[in-house]
């Protein structure tokens, strides 16, 4: 069957508007050529990126507790896990932590935190003060924060952060399947409020918690309602003493077939592979930036191990790109 392979990503290049009846047909081939999709997205990945990926590295800075009951979260205090549990760590010592990123060939740095949001004036001058010294050092500060109204987005702004991150998590028709402690539209409003105050934004979510194809293809296209810069995709590496400690894992291939999918649908965004991978796409890891992701979380994640930072950069040069440091 022809679906018009080349035309679909002539179409992502030239016009950026893939809707999402092509979506659903690129779908459809990759499911029969995968690695025709794969090769096409990574041609749309090196028109708009060229040959850098970029790498991050994040802390959890404050651990456990989280009131709210997204079902795929260790942090949650409606589950039980071996989560730790511990407060804001204090600015010098994420400072080191940025630093330590930094030596290991990370470019931006993320402070996240458990919680709704920030909660206390105490925790905002830590995070402002670990702000202001991991700028300093010469790594761009990023925060996962939680909820944000324009005027805590403006105070993160005027402390000199580069970016925000707030994941969606999955698609709006299955958010209440996922979590039911706060509305879809509040998470939309947070990116929306950093953007307004001029805080370059991350926003992506969580693949493998039970969605269909159609649902993360949903999820790519209300991202890019959102035109936000940066894609983190999850998958999820089920943690015992969550509702989904049992959900099976996404074979690599269906991996691979989401990211090429949400490289044609944000064809000039950049799109990170994060939590999960390792355990996810195994010995296709490599092919993730083959499939289209410009961009890799490199070393621990929040409650579960990563990779160290120097695998993550000989896979990519061994690949014929180069890390953006």
């Avoid at 179409?11 to 809707?19: E, G, T």
């Avoid at 081939?29 to 997205?41: E, K, S």
């Avoid at 993320?110 to 709704?116: A, D, E, N, Q, Y």
């Avoid at 894992?249 to 991996?255: I, N």
Wanted: glycine share 8%.
């Amino acid at each position: 069957m022809d679906y018009g392979l080349e035309a679909l990503k002539d179409k992502a290049i030239k016009k950026r508007n893939i809707d999402y009846d092509d979506a659903m047909r690129l779908y459809s081939a990759g499911l029969n050529r995968p690695f025709t999709i794969f090769a096409y997205a990574a041609e749309i990945m090196e028109f708009f990126k060229g040959k850098k990926i970029s790498l991050c590295s994040i802390v959890n800075a404050k651990s456990g507790l989280c009131p709210e009951n997204c079902k795929f979260c260790a942090q949650s205090s409606h589950h039980h896990t071996d989560a730790d549990i511990y407060p804001l760590l204090p600015a010098q010592e994420l400072i080191k932590r940025a630093k330590e990123a930094k030596e290991h060939g990370a470019r931006m740095f993320g402070i996240v935190t458990s919680g709704t949001q920030i909660d206390t004036e105490a925790e905002w001058e830590t995070i402002e003060e670990a702000i202001r010294g991991i700028n300093a050092i010469g790594i761009k500060p990023c925060g996962s924060l939680g909820m944000l109204d324009e005027s805590g987005a403006r105070r993160l702004k005027e402390a000199g952060l580069f970016r925000y991150h707030h994941n969606l998590e999955t698609a709006r028709s299955n958010f209440d399947n996922i979590c039911t402690t706060h509305r879809y539209e509040e998470d939309i409003e947070t990116i929306k409020n950093a953007k307004k105050v001029g805080l370059s934004t991350c926003c992506g979510g969580i693949i493998g918690l039970g969605e269909t194809m159609e649902q993360r293809i949903e999820l790519a296209f209300t991202i890019k309602e959102l035109d936000v810069d940066s894609v983190p995709i999850n998958i999820l590496n089920p943690i015992k003493g969550t509702p989904l400690e049992n959900q099976p894992l996404l074979s690599p291939m269906e991996v691979l077939l989401t990211l090429a999918l949400f490289r044609f649908i944000l064809p000039d965004k950049d799109i990170k592979v994060c939590g999960g991978k390792e355990r996810n796409l195994r010995q296709l890891l490599p092919l993730a930036i083959v499939a289209g992701c410009n961009s890799l979380m490199t070393g621990n994640y929040l409650t579960t191990p990563g990779r160290d930072a120097s695998s993550d950069i000989e896979m990519v040069m061994d690949l014929g790109f180069y890390p953006d440091i």
